[in-house]
């Protein structure tokens, strides 16, 4: 919800949300709970992208900083080709 709240918003609102999110993995979220809202959120794209043209984009960027944060391991995203059931998400 706070990834799809911030599409909205300027970047240093979305730099403030990923910065929360890494500060609740290991506490609050796991990397599978992480793993399940990212997927989610793809599929969900074609509705984001009505609200926000450049939600593919800044969703990249959510995953990428995830996993750069290490709330999500890298050998994840690849296997999002098959969920990705639209052509925004691939």
Same mark, same amino acid.
């Given at each position: 919800? #706070?990834?799809?709240?911030?599409?909205?918003?300027? /970047?240093?609102?979305?730099?403030?949300?990923? &910065?929360?999110?890494?500060?609740?993995?290991?506490?609050?979220?796991?990397?599978?709970?992480?793993?399940?809202?990212?997927?989610?959120?793809? &599929?969900?794209l074609p509705e984001l992208i009505l609200d926000a043209p450049?939600? /593919?984009?800044?969703?990249?960027?959510?995953?990428?900083?995830?996993?750069?944060?290490?709330?999500? /391991?890298?050998?994840? &995203? /690849?296997?999002?080709?098959?969920?990705?059931?639209?052509?925004? #998400?691939?």
């Open positions: 919800m #706070a990834i799809e709240a911030a599409m909205d918003h300027k /970047p240093s609102h979305r730099e403030l949300t990923s &910065v929360l999110i890494s500060q609740l993995m290991g506490e609050i979220l796991s990397i599978d709970d992480m793993a399940k809202a990212f997927e989610t959120l793809l &599929v969900n450049d939600a /593919p984009t800044i969703l990249g960027n959510f995953i990428a900083r995830a996993v750069a944060d290490d709330c999500l /391991p890298a050998e994840i &995203v /690849p296997s999002w080709k098959e969920i990705a059931n639209n052509q925004h #998400a691939k």
